[in-house]
T-cell receptor, first 113, second 113 residues
Framework: GDSVTQMEGPVTLSEEAFLTINCTYTATGYPSLFWYVQYPGEGLQLLLKATKADDKGSNKGFEATYRKETTSFHLEKGSVQVSDSAVYFCALSDLRGYSTLTFGKGTMLLVSP | NAGVTQTPKFQVLKTGQSMTLQCAQDMNHEYMSWYRQDPGMGLRLIHYSVGAGITDQGEVPNGYNVSRSTTEDFPLRLLSAAPSQTSVYFC????????????FGQGTRLTVV
């Protein structure tokens, strides 16, 4: 079956540091790929998405590129802020619909001033 | 804008009790799903629905029932609660076409003692 593997955390960074969270996937067909973010005590929010190979999703300074050849969708941000502290989930969707997702285990990001 | 509403937010059950977690969305979304979130496990799909009257099992369906009598509502039933069902439960919805974003509720934290 489909699966998503993302780097374990927590990832601890100082403000303005560069962020990379690795994500690789295994899937049949051509899934859509997503990064969701969860702030403490809240539900998940879509951060960015890519629906086909070589697409780049971007939002709030975060970027990720759908790499079919390496089955990857790594999340990057050039300069993190304290407010970026959260848990980040990489996910893919299949033909069952965009709310039927296979998630990675999540990566906690802690940014200190 | 209400979006996806889950009730209750918190619940404590005794082993063997039954209860229903409610989920309602006001976006006329065809697709709805239930997930459970456990530490170190990410979110795992319990059941999903692609429209009123249609439901199917996800990755971890045992011990849970669902029904979808209306587009708006997708309740999750625990028939006989077990301590292994202690978790945070999230409901999500998405449109069948167009916007590929899934919208999540705020979650229900369930403890089974």
């Amino acid at each position: 079956g489909d699966s998503v593997t993302q780097m374990e955390g927590p990832v601890t960074l100082s403000e303005e540091a560069f962020l990379t969270i690795n994500c690789t996937y295994t899937a049949t067909g051509y899934p859509s790929l997503f990064w969701y973010v969860q702030y403490p005590g809240e539900g998940l929010q879509l951060l960015l998405k890519a629906t086909k190979a070589d697409d780049k999703g971007s939002n709030k300074g975060f970027e990720a590129t759908y790499r079919k050849e390496t089955t990857s969708f790594h999340l990057e941000k050039g300069s993190v802020q304290v407010s970026d502290s959260a848990v980040y989930f990489c996910a893919l969707s299949d033909l069952r619909g965009y709310s039927t997702l296979t998630f990675g285990k999540g990566t906690m990001l802690l940014v200190s001033p | 804008n209400a979006g996806v509403t889950q009730t209750p937010k918190f619940q404590v059950l005794k082993t063997g009790q039954s209860m229903t977690l409610q989920c309602a969305q006001d976006m006329n979304h065809e697709y709805m799903s239930w997930y459970r979130q456990d530490p170190g496990m990410g979110l795992r799909l319990i059941h999903y629905s692609v429209g009123a009257g249609i439901t199917d099992q996800g990755e971890v369906p045992n011990g849970y029932n669902v029904s979808r009598s209306t587009t708006e509502d997708f309740p999750l039933r625990l028939l006989s609660a077990a301590p292994s069902q202690t978790s945070v439960y999230f409901c999500a919805s998405s449109a069948r076409t167009g916007n590929t974003e899934a919208f999540f509720g705020q979650g229900t934290r369930l403890t089974v003692v």
